[in-house]
């Protein structure tokens, strides 16, 4: 069956109406015919415009700006990005007998296809007589890609004069992209389920999870006597930066309830350590297998929110998706570890070996 067009839809019923009229039906390439086109034409824009207006009135089918004005309802706002934060060790091959300057805007990049930049963030000083020193620096762009992992940072775009090498000796962590749609529908409808009122747990969470650099929250009443309210948050898989934490401790302050002693800081890490054993398939190479499975776990660790504890059946799971695994299991720990309340997990360490295959 060939489908017909809006506009075929509408020329159609302009047509059949003016025969009913006049008694004849006009030529296409008459001037009524070109003037009746002409008008289905516009008829049909307008009805693509009412339909995708009536699509944006609902949040759960609203995109971009629409969706924004739907949380602006709610009291939220769509989250902006967030530069990845770490540091860059700057080397020569020998000591020089005088200070070198590493500008705060020094560009490096990752390797690859695809590199991430990342700039200094202050002036630094390669001491006389020292062939190494690092500096602090975050990604230019505001994007989870800028997570870069120890010594991805190796190239210098813009190299200070002097200087031979760079990397990271530490991973750059808390990057993150302007919030998409999804997350923040995500938002819009937890402000549906559970209503902020102004003195509830459910306020304080949605107002932290506004704050860019915040992934999780939790809110924790009368820890420290009646009416106090600690609002304990962290990124992904780091703190959020100091100013990010006064922005929400501010935030709080202004839109507390009268008489409440309300309290924002950053969670506590809780190290852990996992070994994980893999059995690679048949024809496939371990060492592959196995960086493939610590980047997932890595990314399943650091998407753990305030006192969630890591289970090792989704350690598994994440495992056993990896391209290549046979089988595997969780060598260590026995248990799943669980935090305190008001602290996050960290994967301090991930120990992947091979699994013998009986």
Known sequence: MIAVSLYEEIYAAMEEA????????????????????????????????????????????????YLDRHAQVRGLARKAGVCAAGSLTFRRDTAAGYDVLIPAGTLCQTTGEAPVRFETTQDTVLPAGEVWVTAPARSVEETPEANAAAGRVTVMITPPQGVTAVSNETPFLGG????????????VRVSYQAAGNGCNAGYYRQLAMGQ???????????RRGAGSVDVVVFGRGTAPAPEQLEALGDRVAREREIGVDALV????????SLTLEVAPMEGWDFAAVSRECAQSITELARDLAVGQPLYLARVTARALEADGVLNCRVAAPAEDPRPLEDRVLLLEALTVRQMEVV
């Not at 993150?176 to 938002?187: F, H, I, S, Y």
């Not at 800081?265 to 852990?272: D, I, L, N, S, Y």
Request: negative net charge; proline residues 6%.
């Open 212 to 222: 860019p650099g915040v992934a999780s929250a939790a809110v924790l009443t009368g």
């Open 265 to 272: 800081r950053a969670a506590e890490a809780t190290p852990v």
């Open 176 to 187: 993150a992209a302007p919030e998409d749609d999804g997350a923040l529908l995500a938002r």
């Open 18 to 65: 003016f025969v009913r009229r006049a008694g004849y039906a006009p030529d296409e390439a008459s001037d009524l015919g070109i003037r009746m086109g002409a008008l289905a034409a516009q008829l049909e824009e307008q009805a693509q415009k009412i339909e995708e207006l009536s699509r944006q009135a609902y949040p759960e089918t609203a995109t971009g700006l």
